[in-house]
């Protein structure tokens, strides 16, 4: 067994639990932070199945953007009974 294949066992484990947590974490602000980290762990597999240009655009689309959007629309929603 290679330092290559224990990396990809670990990673993907790594996926596989941040996955997980992401569909059933009760809160949803650490349901968008499960999910970031998710994103993450796959640019790092994207690096390793030497696909640059895949984690580049998962790096800026997936972690940046979609996680900025999921974080300022919750922080725009209102609170239950919460009034303006």
Same mark, same amino acid.
């Given at each position: ?18 996955? %997980?947590?992401? @569909?059933?974490?009760?809160? =949803?602000?650490?349901?968008? @932070?499960?999910l970031s980290v998710l994103s993450m762990l796959s640019v790092v597999s %994207? ?6 240009? @895949? ?11 979609? =996680?900025?959007?999921?974080? %300022?629309s919750l922080l725009s929603m209102k609170k239950k009974g919460e009034t303006?």
């Amino acid at each position: 067994m290679t330092m290559y294949d224990i990396i990809s066992m670990v990673l993907s484990a790594l996926l596989l639990i941040m996955a %997980f947590l992401a @569909v059933s974490s009760k809160h =949803t602000m650490k349901s968008v @932070v499960f999910l970031s980290v998710l994103s993450m762990l796959s640019v790092v597999s %994207f690096v390793l199945l030497q696909a640059p240009d @895949v984690a580049i655009t998962e790096a800026v689309v997936g972690s940046g953007l979609v =996680t900025a959007l999921f974080i %300022f629309s919750l922080l725009s929603m209102k609170k239950k009974g919460e009034t303006k």
